[in-house]
């Protein structure tokens, strides 16, 4: 199969992340390069290519090349929304200028994730260009709303059967070579404390009164300190599950600063390492208000979730994660790593599905932040290991 990757256009793909780096899509304007996309891929050659809104004015991409029927499918996602660009002073490039410098290809996206998206689609090119069959199916999926809640994009696709293969592989990594088979979950809360308003006065007054924001406070010490009960998982070693208290806070009392607050409601992030359930640490944490209301019989709390998404694995001795390791030393003389993943992810609607999704392509630590980039090599590869992974995977016929 190695033959065949002179078919593979590596300058190509490079300048393909520059385009699409150029085309702005922070999170809710993703419709121009959804529709770039899906010129780019008519222009190749997928079939079945439509664009799909699970949100009015935010359209998905799907296309494929249809195999004969005999072989794995296999999902190739990416995402198109992005981040801001924040506070442009920061940056010493053009956010969305596409500037090659010293052999890293800098913009806002170019690491998360307009490099792997390059490389995906110049891999359906060059399996096109090969004239080869492929036995099963290879499906470009490219989405809206990862950075957010994925319900919209990668999770409408799922549950309304536009993604049904047996595996997938999102771009997405902090260093090239890891191959991340596990996501951590997340749980989150919304405690509200209710209080007993007053006019604030001198002390005999104001003891009338029951500061929420107080009795908050109070749930908010504890809580700081649970120790969630959770088993190691060998991806996840030194990392415990952890409770974020007070990520948003606010307390109700009117527009004047001279009354007691009898209201005040807290968001608190739970995180999941794989094999916790989510149910455990919402009764701990239940536990431990009922604890800090047996101690002042003042604290008046309710708890609401507002979300949650368990962690997600797949099998260490998954064929795709085989597949993805043998063609990474092929292509770069270097052994991948298998990893686990900190944090949740949009595998989280692959695996729930059955399907076996991995985080796996170029990468680093720079998305998110000012001078975002990714190196133009790791590109060229990446293109050259989806390629063969491609055809081993999927099977080729003859």
Request: proline share 4%; aromatic share 6%.
């Amino acid at each position: 199969m190695e033959d065949l990757l002179k078919y593979v256009d590596v300058d190509g793909a490079v300048g393909l992340c520059q385009e699409l780096v150029r085309i702005p899509s922070p999170i809710g304007s993703e419709k121009a390069v959804a529709e770039f996309l899906a010129d780019t891929m008519k222009r190749i050659g997928l079939k079945g290519i439509e664009l799909v809104e699970g949100e009015k004015g935010r359209p998905n991409v799907v296309g494929k090349i249809p195999g004969s029927g005999g072989g794995r499918s296999l999902n190739f996602y990416g995402h198109m929304d992005s981040e801001y660009v924040g506070e442009k002073s920061f940056w010493k490039v053009a956010p969305y200028g596409g500037e090659i410098i010293d052999g890293k290809l800098y913009g806002r996206a170019s690491k998360d994730m307009r490099a792997g998206i390059a490389a995906f689609l110049k891999t359906a090119e060059a399996i096109i260009r090969s004239g080869v069959k492929l036995k099963g199916d290879l499906q470009l999926s490219f989405c809206v709303d990862e950075e957010t809640a994925g319900d919209k994009g990668l999770g409408y696709l799922v549950e309304n059967g536009y993604v049904r293969t047996e595996a997938s592989v999102q771009s997405e990594t902090y260093s090239f070579g890891d191959i991340m088979v596990a996501d951590a979950g997340f749980l989150w809360l919304e405690i509200k404390t209710e209080g007993a308003s007053v006019h604030c006065q001198l002390e005999s007054e104001r003891k009338r009164g029951i500061n929420a924001v107080e009795k908050m406070a109070k749930i908010i010490l504890a809580l700081k300190d649970l120790r969630l009960e959770y088993r190691e998982h060998p991806l996840f070693q030194g990392m415990k599950p952890v409770v974020t208290p007070g990520t948003t806070i606010a307390s109700r009392v009117g527009e004047h600063p001279n009354v007691v607050p009898e209201v005040c409601t807290a968001t608190f992030d739970v995180r999941l390492v794989p094999g916790q359930k989510a149910d455990d640490a919402l009764a701990a944490i239940a536990g431990v208000i009922e604890r800090v209301r047996a101690e002042d019989g003042e604290v008046h709390a309710k708890i609401r979730e507002i979300g949650r998404r368990e962690s997600t694995e797949i099998p260490l001795d998954d064929p795709i994660i085989q597949v993805a390791a043998r063609n990474f030393e092929k292509v770069t003389g270097k052994k991948a790593k298998v990893v686990g993943h900190e944090m949740t992810s949009d595998n989280f609607w692959l695996r729930r599905a059955g399907i076996r999704a991995i985080h796996f392509g170029p990468g680093n630590l720079t998305a998110h932040k000012p001078n975002e980039y990714i190196d133009v090599l790791e590109i060229k590869q990446a293109t050259k290991i989806y390629t063969l992974m491609a055809l081993e995977y999927i099977g080729v016929e003859g």
